[in-house]
């Protein structure tokens, strides 16, 4: 049995195997979007595939280059569960740390619905297709990573506050270079393409475990 999670121009995103494993499909996206659907399942096919299966990261099963299957990860995403337990803003700086250590920044973590809350209560991520997969970890890597870690931070700042270092509320003051010119160039541009001619939410994760939850 299956259940359709998402479905837009890039493909679908579905739940079967006895909610075990979701199926990334690319065969039904837009004939003008198919490279870039592809692309992104690509990135995360790599990602996944360089996380080996980390704990608190889903666990590529198979890509062939059309269609990516991956674990099904139970829990609920951040805006739902609203974690207010220090533990867990801890333990999701290990894993940031167990992340990049793999040669891999996220570098999509400013949404909630991308952060999960597990069935114990623990942290995980999920929605790599944007991800930046580096052996080298560069400059550009460096800095994809600090900005992982300043969203983290945000969130932290949203439900736990009052355990924010002052460190961290440093790191938050500070955002990259690159992130302040996204601001002031391209984010609205790149929210009116994505949300409105595209159709896309850019939520994958949300909607259905708003449901479930």
Request: proline residues 7%; contains cysteine.
């Given at each position: 049995m299956s259940r359709?999670?998402?479905?837009?121009l890039f493909g679908r995103v579905v739940l079967e195997d006895g909610e075990r494993t979701v199926r990334r499909d690319t065969t039904s996206a837009r004939g003008w979007l198919l490279p870039l659907a592809r692309r992104l399942a690509r990135r995360e096919a790599r990602a996944l595939s360089s996380l080996d299966g980390l704990a608190g990261t889903p666990r590529l099963l198979s890509f062939d280059g059309r269609v990516l299957r991956r674990s099904w990860v139970p829990g609920r995403p951040m805006q739902v569960a609203r974690p207010v337990d220090p533990s867990y803003f801890r333990e999701a700086l290990t894993l940031l740390r167990r992340l990049h250590r793999a040669g891999v920044a996220h570098n999509d973590l400013a949404k909630e619905p991308n952060w999960l809350v597990t069935t114990d209560g623990r942290p995980a991520l999920v929605d790599f297709q944007l991800a930046l997969v580096s052996r080298r970890r560069g400059r550009l890597f460096r800095a994809l990573a600090r900005e992982d870690l300043r969203h983290l931070l945000k969130?932290?700042?949203?439900?736990?506050?009052?355990?924010?270092t002052a460190r961290q509320k440093r790191i938050l003051a500070t955002p990259a270079p690159h992130t302040r010119l996204w601001r002031a160039t391209g984010k609205r541009l790149y929210t009116f393409v994505t949300r409105r001619l595209l159709g896309w939410s850019d939520r994958e994760g949300a909607g259905d475990r708003n449901l479930r939850g």
């Open positions: 359709i999670l998402k479905s837009d969130h932290k700042r949203t439900y736990c506050p009052q355990r924010l």
